[in-house]
Antibody
Framework: EVQLVQSGAEVKKPGESLRISCKGSGYSFTSYWINWVRQMPGKGLEWMGRIDPIDSYTIYSPSFQGHVTISADKSISTAYLQWSSLKASDTAMYYC??????????????WGQGTLVTVSS | SSELTQDPAVSVALGQTVRITCQGDSLRSYYASWYQQKPGQAPVVVIYGKNNRPSGIPDRFSGSSSGNTASLTITGAQAEDEADYYCNSRDSSGNHWVFGGGTKLTVL
Protein backbone atom coordinates (compact mmCIF):
# COMPACT_ATOMS: atom_id res chain seq x y z
CA GLU A 1 0.00 0.00 0.00
CA VAL A 2 1.30 3.40 -1.01
CA GLN A 3 1.17 5.75 1.93
CA LEU A 4 2.62 8.88 3.46
CA VAL A 5 2.84 8.95 7.24
CA GLN A 6 3.43 12.27 8.95
CA SER A 7 4.84 13.06 12.36
CA GLY A 8 2.56 13.91 15.27
CA ALA A 9 0.99 17.14 16.41
CA GLU A 10 3.23 19.87 17.78
CA VAL A 11 2.66 22.71 20.23
CA LYS A 12 5.33 25.40 20.13
CA LYS A 13 5.95 28.93 21.32
CA PRO A 14 6.59 31.89 19.00
CA GLY A 15 10.22 32.11 18.00
CA GLU A 16 10.90 28.39 18.42
CA SER A 17 12.10 26.18 15.60
CA LEU A 18 10.34 23.10 14.31
CA ARG A 19 10.76 20.31 11.78
CA ILE A 20 7.91 18.00 10.82
CA SER A 21 8.28 14.89 8.70
CA CYS A 22 6.55 12.83 6.03
CA LYS A 23 7.67 9.23 5.44
CA GLY A 24 6.79 7.46 2.22
CA SER A 25 6.33 3.72 1.89
CA GLY A 26 5.02 1.23 -0.63
CA TYR A 27 6.65 2.92 -3.62
CA SER A 28 9.99 4.17 -4.90
CA PHE A 29 10.41 7.35 -2.85
CA THR A 30 12.94 8.88 -5.24
CA SER A 31 10.65 8.46 -8.26
CA TYR A 32 8.10 11.08 -7.16
CA TRP A 33 8.20 14.58 -5.79
CA ILE A 34 6.72 15.41 -2.40
CA ASN A 35 4.53 18.49 -2.02
CA TRP A 36 3.54 20.34 1.14
CA VAL A 37 0.12 21.95 1.61
CA ARG A 38 -1.07 24.25 4.39
CA GLN A 39 -4.58 24.51 5.76
CA MET A 40 -5.13 27.24 8.32
CA PRO A 41 -8.02 26.77 10.77
CA GLY A 42 -11.33 26.93 8.93
CA LYS A 43 -9.62 27.88 5.66
CA GLY A 44 -8.75 26.31 2.33
CA LEU A 45 -5.77 24.44 0.96
CA GLU A 46 -2.62 26.35 -0.01
CA TRP A 47 0.26 24.85 -1.99
CA MET A 48 3.56 25.60 -0.26
CA GLY A 49 6.20 23.94 -2.38
CA ARG A 50 7.69 20.69 -3.53
CA ILE A 51 10.93 18.72 -3.44
CA ASP A 52 12.46 16.13 -5.70
CA PRO A 53 13.87 13.56 -3.24
CA ILE A 54 16.49 12.30 -5.68
CA ASP A 55 18.48 15.54 -5.68
CA SER A 56 16.57 17.73 -3.18
CA TYR A 57 15.75 20.29 -5.89
CA THR A 58 13.05 22.46 -4.38
CA ILE A 59 10.48 24.94 -5.67
CA TYR A 60 8.50 27.16 -3.33
CA SER A 61 5.29 29.10 -3.70
CA PRO A 62 6.16 32.81 -3.62
CA SER A 63 3.86 33.05 -0.58
CA PHE A 64 6.10 30.71 1.41
CA GLN A 65 9.57 31.36 -0.05
CA GLY A 66 11.89 32.41 2.76
CA HIS A 67 9.44 31.43 5.51
CA VAL A 68 9.89 27.65 5.46
CA THR A 69 12.47 25.14 4.29
CA ILE A 70 11.64 21.88 2.55
CA SER A 71 14.20 19.10 2.62
CA ALA A 72 14.42 15.35 2.18
CA ASP A 73 16.53 12.36 3.22
CA LYS A 74 16.18 9.76 0.50
CA SER A 75 18.04 7.15 2.56
CA ILE A 76 15.06 6.97 4.92
CA SER A 77 12.33 7.95 2.42
CA THR A 78 11.41 11.03 4.41
CA ALA A 79 10.64 14.63 3.51
CA TYR A 80 10.67 17.50 5.96
CA LEU A 81 9.11 20.91 6.44
CA GLN A 82 10.87 23.22 8.85
CA TRP A 83 10.68 26.65 10.42
CA SER A 84 13.54 28.52 12.09
CA SER A 85 11.32 30.94 14.01
CA LEU A 86 7.64 30.14 14.33
CA LYS A 87 4.90 32.74 14.45
CA ALA A 88 1.35 32.45 15.73
CA SER A 89 0.21 32.73 12.11
CA ASP A 90 1.96 29.42 11.36
CA THR A 91 -0.77 27.64 13.33
CA ALA A 92 -2.29 25.27 10.80
CA MET A 93 -2.63 21.71 9.59
CA TYR A 94 0.15 20.74 7.23
CA TYR A 95 -0.19 17.94 4.69
CA CYS A 96 2.33 16.24 2.47
CA UNK A 97 1.15 14.74 -0.79
CA UNK A 98 2.65 12.85 -3.71
CA UNK A 99 1.95 14.31 -7.16
CA UNK A 100 1.17 12.09 -10.13
CA UNK A 101 1.26 13.28 -13.73
CA UNK A 102 -0.74 12.42 -16.81
CA UNK A 103 -1.51 14.07 -20.13
CA UNK A 104 -1.93 17.79 -19.32
CA UNK A 105 -2.85 16.87 -15.77
CA UNK A 106 -1.35 16.51 -12.34
CA UNK A 107 -2.98 15.32 -9.14
CA UNK A 108 -2.06 14.50 -5.55
CA UNK A 109 -2.39 10.92 -4.33
CA UNK A 110 -1.89 9.86 -1.63
CA TRP A 111 -1.93 12.51 1.06
CA GLY A 112 -0.43 12.21 4.48
CA GLN A 113 -2.78 12.26 7.45
CA GLY A 114 -1.69 15.80 8.34
CA THR A 115 0.36 17.34 11.13
CA LEU A 116 -1.30 19.96 13.31
CA VAL A 117 1.09 22.71 14.34
CA THR A 118 -0.07 25.05 17.10
CA VAL A 119 2.01 28.13 17.92
CA SER A 120 0.96 29.92 21.07
CA SER A 121 2.60 31.77 23.90
CA SER B 1 -3.00 34.49 -13.46
CA SER B 2 -2.21 31.67 -11.02
CA GLU B 3 -5.58 31.71 -9.26
CA LEU B 4 -8.46 29.24 -9.32
CA THR B 5 -11.89 30.57 -8.37
CA GLN B 6 -14.69 28.50 -6.84
CA ASP B 7 -18.10 29.40 -5.44
CA PRO B 8 -17.84 29.30 -1.62
CA ALA B 9 -20.99 27.25 -1.08
CA VAL B 10 -23.44 25.15 -3.04
CA SER B 11 -26.44 23.11 -1.92
CA VAL B 12 -28.29 20.21 -3.51
CA ALA B 13 -31.34 18.18 -2.62
CA LEU B 14 -30.74 14.54 -1.82
CA GLY B 15 -30.66 12.50 -5.02
CA GLN B 16 -30.40 15.51 -7.31
CA THR B 17 -27.51 16.59 -9.53
CA VAL B 18 -25.06 19.33 -8.60
CA ARG B 19 -22.22 20.97 -10.50
CA ILE B 20 -19.28 22.63 -8.78
CA THR B 21 -17.16 24.90 -10.97
CA CYS B 22 -13.60 26.15 -10.95
CA GLN B 23 -12.28 28.99 -13.13
CA GLY B 24 -8.74 29.99 -13.92
CA ASP B 25 -6.34 30.75 -16.74
CA SER B 26 -4.21 27.67 -16.01
CA LEU B 27 -7.21 25.48 -16.86
CA ARG B 28 -6.70 26.38 -20.52
CA SER B 29 -3.45 24.37 -20.33
CA TYR B 30 -4.06 21.77 -17.61
CA TYR B 31 -6.97 19.66 -16.48
CA ALA B 32 -8.13 20.26 -12.94
CA SER B 33 -8.09 17.62 -10.26
CA TRP B 34 -10.81 17.59 -7.61
CA TYR B 35 -10.52 16.73 -3.92
CA GLN B 36 -13.15 15.93 -1.33
CA GLN B 37 -12.39 16.87 2.26
CA LYS B 38 -14.63 15.89 5.15
CA PRO B 39 -14.21 17.45 8.61
CA GLY B 40 -11.12 16.23 10.40
CA GLN B 41 -9.86 14.27 7.41
CA ALA B 42 -7.18 14.71 4.79
CA PRO B 43 -8.31 15.55 1.24
CA VAL B 44 -8.99 12.67 -1.13
CA VAL B 45 -8.81 12.91 -4.92
CA VAL B 46 -12.16 12.16 -6.58
CA ILE B 47 -11.48 13.24 -10.19
CA TYR B 48 -8.25 13.76 -12.12
CA GLY B 49 -7.25 14.27 -15.72
CA LYS B 50 -9.87 14.57 -18.43
CA ASN B 51 -12.44 12.61 -16.37
CA ASN B 52 -10.81 9.85 -14.33
CA ARG B 53 -11.96 8.41 -11.02
CA PRO B 54 -9.57 6.65 -8.65
CA SER B 55 -10.51 3.20 -7.50
CA GLY B 56 -13.22 3.36 -4.86
CA ILE B 57 -14.75 6.67 -5.97
CA PRO B 58 -18.42 6.21 -6.95
CA ASP B 59 -19.33 6.72 -10.58
CA ARG B 60 -21.79 9.48 -9.63
CA PHE B 61 -18.69 11.74 -9.60
CA SER B 62 -17.60 13.06 -13.00
CA GLY B 63 -15.48 15.86 -14.38
CA SER B 64 -15.51 18.07 -17.45
CA SER B 65 -13.69 21.08 -18.80
CA SER B 66 -14.31 23.90 -21.25
CA GLY B 67 -12.02 26.84 -21.86
CA ASN B 68 -10.94 28.24 -18.50
CA THR B 69 -13.60 26.40 -16.51
CA ALA B 70 -13.52 22.95 -14.95
CA SER B 71 -16.58 21.31 -13.44
CA LEU B 72 -17.20 18.53 -10.96
CA THR B 73 -20.64 16.97 -11.29
CA ILE B 74 -22.29 14.72 -8.73
CA THR B 75 -25.24 12.90 -10.28
CA GLY B 76 -27.63 11.72 -7.58
CA ALA B 77 -25.99 13.36 -4.57
CA GLN B 78 -25.92 11.34 -1.38
CA ALA B 79 -25.77 12.50 2.21
CA GLU B 80 -22.18 11.24 2.46
CA ASP B 81 -21.15 13.61 -0.34
CA GLU B 82 -21.56 16.59 1.98
CA ALA B 83 -18.02 17.95 2.23
CA ASP B 84 -15.65 20.65 1.05
CA TYR B 85 -14.47 20.28 -2.55
CA TYR B 86 -11.27 21.80 -3.91
CA CYS B 87 -9.98 22.07 -7.45
CA ASN B 88 -6.27 22.05 -8.19
CA SER B 89 -3.97 22.29 -11.18
CA ARG B 90 -0.48 23.29 -12.12
CA ASP B 91 -0.25 27.02 -12.74
CA SER B 92 0.33 28.46 -16.19
CA SER B 93 4.13 28.19 -15.79
CA GLY B 94 3.82 24.49 -15.01
CA ASN B 95 6.24 24.79 -12.11
CA HIS B 96 3.81 25.49 -9.30
CA TRP B 97 0.46 24.12 -8.20
CA VAL B 98 -2.57 26.16 -7.19
CA PHE B 99 -5.78 25.32 -5.33
CA GLY B 100 -9.19 26.88 -5.62
CA GLY B 101 -10.66 28.43 -2.50
CA GLY B 102 -12.98 25.47 -1.97
CA THR B 103 -16.73 24.90 -2.22
CA LYS B 104 -18.76 23.73 0.75
CA LEU B 105 -21.40 21.31 -0.50
CA THR B 106 -24.54 20.89 1.58
CA VAL B 107 -26.90 17.99 0.80
CA LEU B 108 -30.42 18.93 1.86
Amino acid sequence: EVQLVQSGAEVKKPGESLRISCKGSGYSFTSYWINWVRQMPGKGLEWMGRIDPIDSYTIYSPSFQGHVTISADKSISTAYLQWSSLKASDTAMYYCARPLDGDYSSWFDPWGQGTLVTVSS
Amino acid sequence: SSELTQDPAVSVALGQTVRITCQGDSLRSYYASWYQQKPGQAPVVVIYGKNNRPSGIPDRFSGSSSGNTASLTITGAQAEDEADYYCNSRDSSGNHWVFGGGTKLTVL
